[in-house]
């Protein structure tokens, strides 16, 4: 069977290739520009020591640790003639791990105007970590992007042994031994930042604001691993550099104080923001609540009606467990943006409004299920780093795929420009037919097994059925093809309710992206 290619897909591969060479020109252009001062003693080939690496902070280990987790895992299955899972693994890692969060902890250590300094230990360390971490990944990524991947490899610090190319260079090997606890610390602080970075796109407060944020760990490990890392969550999160602090949790008061926003990471880690007070415009600051409110108010409806008597009777404890808090959450939070609806609106023209209001506690729910009028894209960029979180991304395509393909028999039925509209409509199936991966991924979290089966199936049917409808989509029979169109939408309508006890631990294997354009 083909496999369908579309205009998205090209488009995010471009990307992908553009990634690497900006990260490489990135890494390579910054040793290049110390080299006078601070030559860095890496040449291509090189590896680390087990006493080199135990002497390196704990983020830097763990990134070492991740990549040869990464190396092993993709020669594996290579060896095993598996070639989709580490096309996946290592675009996560390059992209997610690499570009949109290592990359920008090193400016902390590199730059002066970010608390750095070049011309430290910790600068060398990073640069060298940046150089190893991206000639492992481009041998890595050799066999599938040949010609991107030998252009920037090309310009590494090479010795005189080292290959001409990197075509015949020696494969990468895993280095013995991981660091599972700082691999741990290092998906804690990117959580705790992406909800940080949530909170604010909630708050609408600006990119160059920064803000007091004092962190509750229940780990006193991790409590101290944030401490040595307050000028990486400064520029992260956006806070104040002098005014970040890590406390034990058994410290943090019941209650956030006055023009606080508690945001709860998990239950091990919470997160006090500190608020400006500002001049807002109630109309806009009510049109902006009003919208929030609708929204939330949607999804309370969708979760109470899932939560019928048969349900609750045969689900198992954990989804059961999890959908009933999903509900008090939803709960809670309509509530306190209904209250902050009333306070407003006996209020005229522009006036000081308490904007952190103590029962924000909603704004961290609304970025753990990536809700931000202001993120509007899933695509990690070097210098941002901003992604939503694993599974909404993929819940948010076949979302606006469901919502086009409804659209669709009005515009075949009366269309003004036939010709156009069934090309168009067979570019929709085959972007339709690409969402298999998405449901895929979705599918994973699933822990009822009869679920998960079923879910298996639908998404097997439903591409029968989209490849199918392309057949009277290209003759234009448009009886034949609402026949199909109806089935289709049937199993778009139907895959979401099987997702009820999805696991919100979702594997971290990268996706293929698929752009889905709404018309």
Same mark, same amino acid.
């Given at each position: 069977?083909?496999?369908?290619?579309?205009?998205? #897909?090209?488009?995010?591969?471009?990307?992908?290739?553009?990634? *690497?060479?900006?990260?490489?020109?990135? *890494?390579?252009?910054?040793? +290049?520009?110390?080299?006078?001062?601070?030559?860095?003693?890496?040449?291509?080939?090189?590896?680390?020591?087990?006493?080199?690496?135990?002497?390196?902070?704990?983020?830097?280990?763990?990134?070492?640790?991740?990549?040869?987790?990464?190396?092993?895992?993709?020669?594996?299955?290579?060896?095993?003639?598996?070639?989709?899972?580490?096309?996946?693994?290592?675009?996560?890692?390059?992209?997610?791990?690499?570009?949109?969060?290592?990359?920008?902890?090193?400016?902390?250590?590199?730059?002066?105007?970010?608390?750095?300094?070049?011309?430290?230990?910790?600068?060398?360390?990073?640069?060298?970590?940046?150089?190893?971490?991206?000639?492992?990944?481009?041998?890595?990524?050799?066999?599938?992007?040949?010609?991107?991947?030998?252009?920037?490899?090309? $310009?590494?610090?090479?010795?005189?042994?080292?290959?001409?190319?990197? &075509?015949?260079?020696?494969?990468?090997?895993?280095?013995?031994? $991981?660091?599972?606890?700082?691999?741990?610390?290092?998906?804690?602080?990117?959580?705790?930042?992406?909800?940080?970075?949530?909170? $604010?796109? /909630?708050?609408?407060?600006?990119?160059?604001?920064?803000?007091?944020?004092?962190?509750?760990?229940?780990?006193?490990?991790?409590?101290?691993?944030?401490?040595?890392?307050?000028?990486?969550?400064?520029?992260? @999160?956006?806070?104040?550099?002098?005014?970040?602090?890590?406390?034990?949790?058994?410290?943090?008061?019941?209650?956030?104080?006055?023009?606080? *926003?508690?945001?709860?990471?998990?239950?091990?880690?919470?997160?006090?923001?500190? #608020?400006?007070?500002?001049?807002?415009?109630?109309?806009?600051? &009510?049109?902006?609540?009003?919208? /929030?409110?609708?929204?939330?108010?949607?999804?309370?409806?969708?979760?109470?009606?899932?939560?019928?008597?048969?349900?609750?009777? $045969?689900?198992?404890?954990?989804?059961?467990?999890?959908?009933?808090?999903?509900?008090?959450?939803?709960?809670?939070?309509?509530?306190?943006?209904?209250?902050?609806?009333?306070?407003?609106?006996?209020?005229?023209?522009?006036?000081?409004?308490?904007?952190?209001?103590?029962?924000?506690?909603?704004?961290?729910?609304?970025?753990?299920?990536?809700?931000?009028?202001?993120?509007?894209? @899933?695509?990690?960029?070097?210098?941002?780093?901003?992604?939503?979180? #694993?599974?909404?991304?993929?819940?948010?395509?076949?979302?606006?795929?469901?919502?086009?393909?409804?659209?669709?028999?009005?515009?075949?039925? +009366?269309? +003004?420009?036939?010709?156009?509209?069934?090309?168009?409509?067979?570019?929709?199936?085959?972007?339709?037919?690409?969402?298999?991966?998405?449901?895929?991924?979705?599918?994973?979290?699933?822990?009822?097994?009869?679920?998960?089966?079923?879910?298996?199936?639908?998404?097997?049917?439903?591409?029968?059925?989209?490849?199918?409808?392309?057949?009277?989509?290209?003759?234009?029979?448009?009886? @034949?093809? &609402?026949?199909?169109?109806?089935? *289709?939408?049937?199993?778009?309508?139907?895959?979401?309710?099987?997702?009820?006890?999805?696991?919100?631990?979702?594997?971290?294997?990268?996706? +293929?992206?698929?752009?889905?354009?709404?018309?």
């Amino acid at each position: 069977m083909d496999t369908p290619v579309s205009k998205g #897909m090209l488009e995010n591969a471009k990307a992908f290739a553009n990634k *690497i060479w900006n990260v490489g020109r990135f *890494i390579i252009t910054d040793v +290049e520009k110390n080299a006078g001062t601070s030559p860095v003693a890496f040449t291509s080939g090189m590896r680390f020591s087990e006493s080199e690496i135990t002497d390196m902070p704990w983020l830097e280990r763990a990134l070492l640790s991740k990549c040869h987790g990464m190396c092993h895992s993709v020669t594996t299955a290579l060896l095993e003639n598996r070639i989709a899972p580490p096309t996946k693994e290592l675009k996560k890692f390059l992209e997610e791990d690499l570009a949109a969060w290592y990359v920008e902890v090193s400016k902390t250590r590199l730059q002066e105007h970010l608390g750095g300094d070049p011309k430290s230990k910790a600068a060398a360390t990073s640069q060298i970590v940046l150089l190893y971490l991206l000639e492992v990944s481009l041998k890595t990524l050799h066999p599938f992007m040949p010609f991107v991947t030998e252009a920037v490899w090309q $310009r590494l610090p090479k010795g005189t042994a080292s290959p001409e190319s990197l &075509m015949i260079s020696p494969w990468p090997e895993a280095e013995a031994g $991981r660091d599972l606890k700082a691999e741990a610390w290092f998906g804690k602080l990117c959580d705790t930042v992406s909800a940080i970075r949530n909170a $604010r796109a /909630q708050q609408g407060l600006g990119y160059k604001e920064r803000l007091p944020l004092t962190l509750w760990c229940a780990d006193a490990g991790f409590q101290e691993a944030l401490s040595a890392e307050t000028l990486s969550l400064a520029w992260l @999160a956006k806070g104040s550099p002098d005014q970040i602090q890590a406390r034990p949790m058994s410290e943090r008061p019941a209650e956030a104080p006055a023009h606080v *926003i508690r945001i709860v990471v998990g239950d091990d880690v919470e997160v006090d923001m500190v #608020m400006p007070q500002k001049e807002i415009d109630v109309e806009k600051e &009510m049109q902006r609540l009003t919208k /929030q409110l609708d929204q939330v108010s949607k999804l309370l409806d969708t979760t109470e009606k899932k939560i019928s008597p048969q349900f609750l009777e $045969r689900a198992n404890p954990q989804a059961r467990d999890k959908i009933l808090q999903k509900r008090d959450d939803l709960r809670q939070q309509k509530s306190a943006i209904a209250a902050q609806v009333a306070e407003l609106q006996g209020s005229e023209g522009a006036v000081t409004a308490d904007l952190p209001r103590r029962d924000a506690v909603a704004a961290a729910l609304l970025g753990c299920w990536g809700w931000s009028d202001s993120m509007s894209t @899933a695509e990690a960029q070097v210098g941002e780093g901003g992604v939503l979180p #694993m599974g909404a991304r993929q819940e948010d395509r076949i979302r606006k795929g469901t919502e086009t393909w409804r659209k669709l028999p009005a515009k075949l039925k +009366e269309p +003004e420009d036939p010709d156009k509209e069934w090309e168009d409509c067979k570019g929709l199936l085959r972007r339709l037919y690409g969402l298999n991966d998405d449901m895929s991924l979705l599918v994973k979290g699933l822990r009822n097994d009869e679920n998960r089966k079923k879910a298996e199936t639908l998404i097997e049917t439903f591409k029968k059925q989209v490849k199918a409808a392309d057949k009277p989509a290209k003759v234009k029979d448009y009886d @034949a093809f &609402m026949v199909l169109h109806k089935e *289709i939408s049937g199993y778009l309508e139907e895959f979401p309710g099987l997702l009820v006890d999805a696991n919100d631990d979702l594997e971290e294997a990268g996706e +293929e992206e698929v752009v889905m354009t709404t018309r």
